[in-house]
């Protein structure tokens, strides 16, 4: 057995067992989150056990070891933040949303039937539940606080890279702000 | 000696499938690959300041997946660097593995980056509005249809997933939309998720 090799694809092996970690657990849990998060954690347990029977097989030196397990933990996070993403995209995306529309509909949509059957004001209504039912975001009586959450760095992050590598702003925001200051 | 020739010859090395050379520590292959994946962006970076390209995601692909054989031939040809250059297969299967994971991780968080995700501006506009909140008018305000519903049902026509009909009254999917569809659809069912959007 080629245990280098073994060793270089223990994250490869931990998506699969992201994969199945999270199809298994999705078939009991109630909300795709708790099955995904099984999903992760069966494919961390499954990347760094092979990662450490390799390492233990190579009989290779402590210091090296500790390398090999950070590179293949690190491969392992990168490849279950596209998978993530990937599930993700079933849940959130609208261009995905919409290719279900048609086919469901063999006959066809016309583009405005498209618009008025699924325009902005259910897309947002149906961001605002999912992110006040997930506890980003709070209610108090007719207006939407911001909570701690995990999603707000993340958002910033890439507002900022945004910048860095496209040179421009979120320009979602950008228009509602200038709309605003127009209307002020 | 074509760049294919020399890649064979360093692949299929006498100590081919073992662990490195002593000079080739995990450190060393930890560096290199972590080395290599940050030329890659800023690399990037760099070229994206001077224009963008039309074809985003596919050059972006190039660019980030064709850093890697590049930087281990350098790393071989270049003798300062070759104590990092990976030999083997094992290494370089390792570190190409890694740079692969890293470079796809990026382009879906550029796909983030070139559209604005509702979801990501929602968040940022309410927490922008600190104690004072923002009203479900505001939201409504922030995503309109002519922005996000429009420019994604035409992004499916320019793609070739939908197409209107002979009378050109409605837009059918187009095979490759109907794959698309139902792999979607499959998934949807395999993780049991509701209709998403």
């Known amino acids: ?184 | 000696m074509t760049l294919a020739a020399f890649a064979l010859e360093t692949i299929s090395t006498p100590n081919c499938g073992t662990l490195p050379k002593p000079e080739l520590s995990g450190v060393a292959l930890v560096a290199f690959a972590f080395a290599v994946f940050t030329l890659a962006l800023v690399f990037h970076v760099a070229l994206w300041q001077v224009r963008v390209p039309k074809r985003q995601s596919l050059t972006l692909l190039v660019l980030l997946l064709g850093t890697f054989p590049v930087a281990v031939a350098v790393a071989h040809l270049v003798p300062p660097l070759e104590p990092f250059a990976p030999v083997g297969v094992g290494p370089t299967l390792h570190a190409g593995l890694f740079h692969l994971a890293f470079s796809l991780a990026y382009i879906v968080t550029y796909s983030a980056l070139a559209e604005d995700s509702p979801t990501c501006s929602i968040l940022v506009y309410v927490a922008d509005a600190g104690e004072a909140g923002r009203s479900e008018a505001d939201l409504m305000q922030l995503v309109s249809n002519e922005m996000i519903v429009g420019p994604r049902f035409d992004g499916l026509v320019t793609g070739g997933v939908i197409a209107p009909t002979d009378d050109g009254s409605r837009f059918v999917l187009t095979p490759k939309g109907r794959r698309w569809a139902t792999l979607f659809a499959t998934f949807r069912r395999v993780y049991r998720l509701r209709k998403g959007g």
């Open chain 1, 1 to 184: 057995m080629d245990w280098s090799a073994v060793l270089a694809l223990a994250a490869l092996a931990g998506l699969a067992a992201d994969f199945l970690g999270h199809v298994i657990s999705a078939q009991f849990a109630s909300r795709p989150a708790p099955a995904i998060l099984m999903g992760i954690l069966a494919g961390l347990a499954v990347t760094l056990g092979v990662s450490g029977f390799a390492l233990a097989k190579l009989d290779a030196d402590p210091v090296d070891g500790v390398a090999y397990l950070g590179l293949n933990l690190a491969t392992f996070l990168a490849l279950a933040y596209g998978y993530f993403n990937f599930v993700n995209l079933n849940m959130t995306s609208l261009r995905i949303r919409l290719l279900q529309e048609f086919l469901e509909s063999p006959d066809g949509l016309t583009r405005d039937g498209v618009l008025e059957r699924y325009d902005s004001r259910e897309l947002v209504r149906r961001r605002i539940a999912r992110l006040t039912e997930q506890g980003h975001l709070a209610r108090s009586s007719d207006r939407f606080l911001s909570r701690r959450s995990v999603l707000l760095p993340i958002a910033r992050t890439l507002d900022s890279l945004k910048w860095i590598v496209l040179r421009r702003r979120n320009r979602l925001i950008a228009a509602a702000e200038k709309a605003a200051s127009s209307s002020s």
